[in-house]
């Protein structure tokens, strides 16, 4: 039983060297990061959401994406301002999305960037996912923007906000 | 057990099996600490996906648990607190295990951030699982064997 303490004992000294160790390395580190956790609130039609600005901004880079609500992504529809990009997955897109919009699952990326190096880096994009319990759209939404395309907002209200609302959806492929 | 320990303690395949899986299980984890230690945002944006941590927690959280694994994987290796490190690597294991099962308990599925946290095909699954239990079996033995060795 004597063992226990000195377990404990070497067990905190693993952990202590660990966080000097991490600690200081932030500031060497090029990709280094804050202690603190940067937050962004974000507001859609239900209400609003803190979520990690490392979603949004993972690198360290100043690029950032803004959200639009679920007016202003009605509106961007019905005018055809904008390609929708839905970062789901294929299954969940194939059961039903938001009319006209294109399948891009987030973790798929690289599959993409046939289509995305033919549009201009200037096109509207919204991106979105499920509604307010994804990231996906966020993060798409930041590679989107790391890759140069300027005018990319990420609908954070999603799939289920615009189907509640009764807009125009469409299934299959 | 019983005879579990008997091999262990009198058997020359079972201090050769124990010096492997030690060495062994310090490599990976060194391995799998060294993409994290380089993009730690990556990997509290790994951490993230999980939706287990408080938010403030986050960043914290992926500055020391690369060192950690790091630290650890090294200890085992040198054979310098190899029990203190195969228990942080344990509880590491099992924290990972719980993690995976209630991520995809919730219909979550994205990249596990285990080895690299910019990989796309290393999604939660039964097999991350499998994996992890196994590794888990393997700190089990050493620790076994650590105490029969200090009888």
């Known amino acids: 039983m004597k063992s226990i303490p000195v377990l404990l004992q070497q067990m905190s000294l693993l952990a202590l060297v660990s966080a000097v160790l991490g600690v200081s390395a932030q500031v060497v580190l090029p990709n280094g990061i804050g202690l603190k956790t940067e937050l962004t609130i974000v507001s859609s039609d239900s209400g609003q959401v803190s979520i990690p600005t490392l979603s949004i901004n993972p690198n360290g880079n100043t690029e950032s994406a803004s959200n639009i609500s679920l007016r202003g992504a009605f509106e961007a529809h019905e005018n055809g301002t904008a390609i929708f990009i839905d970062a789901r997955s294929p299954e969940e897109f194939q059961k039903g999305h938001i009319q006209a919009a294109i399948n891009m699952p987030v973790h798929a990326f690289m599959d993409s960037m046939a289509f995305l190096e033919n549009l201009d880096f200037g096109t509207p994009i919204i991106t979105y996912c499920d509604g307010e319990d994804c990231n996906a759209s966020i993060d798409l939404a930041a590679d989107l923007k790391l890759m140069g395309f300027s005018q990319v907002v990420f609908f954070f209200g999603g799939w289920l906000e615009w189907q509640a609302a009764g807009y125009p959806i469409e299934t299959g492929s | ?151």
């Open chain 2, 1 to 151: 057990m019983q005879v579990l320990i008997k091999i262990i303690q009198e058997h020359k395949y079972g201090q050769m099996l124990g010096m492997v899986l030690r060495i062994g299980l310090g490599l990976l984890f060194i391995y799998a600490s060294l993409d994290k230690i380089w993009n730690p945002g990556l990997f509290a944006k790994s951490i993230s996906n999980y939706r287990i941590l408080p938010l403030p927690l986050l960043h914290i959280s992926a500055i020391i648990l690369p060192w950690l694994e790091f630290l650890c994987g090294l200890a085992l290796i040198l054979n310098k607190y190899p029990r203190a490190a195969n228990a942080w690597i344990a509880g590491l294991l099992l924290v990972f295990i719980m993690a995976v099962i209630s991520a995809m308990s919730r219909g979550l599925d994205f990249n596990c951030g285990c080895f690299n946290v910019n990989e796309a095909t290393a999604n939660l699954g039964f097999g991350k699982i499998a994996e992890n239990i196994g590794l888990l079996l393997c700190a089990g033995f050493l620790e076994l064997q650590f105490r029969t060795n200090q009888k």
